[in-house]
Structures are given as C-alpha cells and as structure tokens.
C-alpha cells in the first residue's frame, strides 16, 4: 500500500536553486504561476526530505512517502536531479524532493465551473498550521476572508490573516484572482489564487527564508484549499 501524496513541483525545467532547503508545504507555492502539472513515469518515485544535506544525498533522504507510474503531481522549482512536488490525496498533502527524470510535463487541469462562493479548507499537509477561507458574493462584488492558525503550544497560538475584495483575472485561458488585505492597494499581505481542477492554490508570499505578511512567525495560507463538505 503506498502513501498518497498529491503534489506541487516548482519548475521542471527551472534552473537549480541556490540551495535546496525550500521545499516545504508552507513555502509551496510561493508563486501559482511557476507550478506546473506533471505526470509519474517510473514504476515508484519516492519524496525526499528537506534538510540541508537533502535531497543531495540520495537514497539515504527518502521518506515512506511515494508516487507510482500515472500519479498526477503538481511540480516547482529545481535543485540538482530533484524537483520539488506535492501529491494531493483525498485528505492529505505531502511536499518534498523527487527525481525529475521520473517526471514528464502533463496539461494544466481543466478549471471547476460554477462559483467561487463557499466555505474552503486547505488540505491537510506536513505542517501544523491550519487554514480556511470563506468566498462571499453578493452582486458583482466578492470578497474572501482567511484564517490560519498554528498552535505552538497552549500558551503560544500564532494566527494569520486576510481579508479584501477578489479581483478577477486572466492568464491566457486561465483565470486568477488576487486578495489586498484591506483592499489596500499597499498592503504587504497580498494573497494570489488560481486554479487548479476542483482545488484552489493560493500563495501570500512566504518562502523557507521570508514569513508571510500575513500572519505570526511560522503561519501561512499559502497551499491547495477544498471546498469543503455543506453542513
């Protein structure tokens, strides 16, 4: 029985990284336009950790988590051999290194229709944060409201927020949309979404080096949101 992972991968054809420690759910992805789709080739491709002697050392990073020949991926930047993917399964996402000559480049998935309105839930992943977003419309107008937490401890809970209108836009066939917190045209806290079948990826900036400008040390909404389950 494998693991399920459902994944991200920063540019399969991206020029390797400075260093590969930026390979994290909470720093994926911090850009939506540099994620592309990609599809398993091998019979088994194994998800590396993030350390800084990983995914450099080979074999000895591997995780219990992999993909198998046909797995969908979502694919990031480059290090090395490596690509930094996440596999998104029904309840769970996991990030990390995989070889890239076990990847092939896939079509985008076809957008969901229908409406944006609704409750989301950013799947679960290799972090302790939670994370939601509510998408409300009224006329023309649509607003999103997030909400991450992440508890330290009982006596350390660290939150992140945003809150603005959406603006729409397109990106060749695609379409996106962008979250100022405020609707502040100089807001620090700015918050991409696009597409991604019937998931949201939403990005607010973060990265391995940089926290998000949205919320306390460690918080991020960047990740894969679902709709989740009408009550």
């Known amino acids: 029985m494998r693991v399920a992972v459902c994944c991200v991968v920063v540019l399969l054809f991206a020029?390797?990284?400075a260093?590969?420690?930026d390979c994290s759910a909470y720093a994926f992805p911090s850009d939506v336009w540099q994620v592309q789709r990609a599809t398993v080739t091998t019979p088994r491709a194994a998800f590396l950790?993030?350390?800084?002697?990983?995914?450099?050392?080979?074999?000895s990073c591997k995780t219990a988590a992999y993909t198998v020949q046909g797995d969908s991926i979502f694919a990031g930047r480059t290090f090395g051999a490596y690509t930094c993917a996440t596999f998104i399964g029904?309840?769970?996402?996991?990030?990390?290194?995989?070889?890239?000559?076990?990847?092939?480049?896939?079509?985008w998935p076809a957008p969901f229709t229908g409406t944006w309105s609704g409750d989301w839930k950013r799947v679960n992943s290799d972090r302790a944060t939670a994370s939601t977003m509510t998408v409300k419309a009224k006329g023309k107008d649509v607003t999103a409201d997030f909400e991450a937490t992440l508890v330290v401890n009982p006596n350390n809970v660290r939150t992140?927020?945003?809150?603005?209108?959406?603006?729409?836009?397109?990106h060749g066939n695609d379409e996106f949309a962008t979250v100022l917190d405020g609707d502040n045209d100089n807001a620090a806290c700015k918050v991409t979404l696009r597409h991604a079948g019937d998931l949201l990826m939403v990005s607010d900036g973060a990265t391995?080096?940089?926290?998000?400008?949205?919320?306390?040390?460690?918080?991020?909404?960047?990740?894969?949101?679902?709709?989740a389950a009408q009550r």
């Open 208 to 227: 391995s080096d940089a926290n998000s400008d949205c919320g306390g040390m460690g918080v991020s909404l960047s990740g894969f949101y679902r709709r």
């Open 15 to 17: 020029g390797a990284h």
């Open 90 to 107: 029904p309840s769970r996402q996991v990030t990390g290194w995989v070889l890239t000559s076990a990847l092939a480049p896939a079509p």
């Open 49 to 59: 950790r993030d350390t800084p002697d990983c995914p450099a050392a080979g074999d």
């Open 160 to 170: 992140g927020t945003a809150s603005g209108r959406v603006r729409f836009y397109q």
């Open 19 to 21: 260093h590969a420690e």
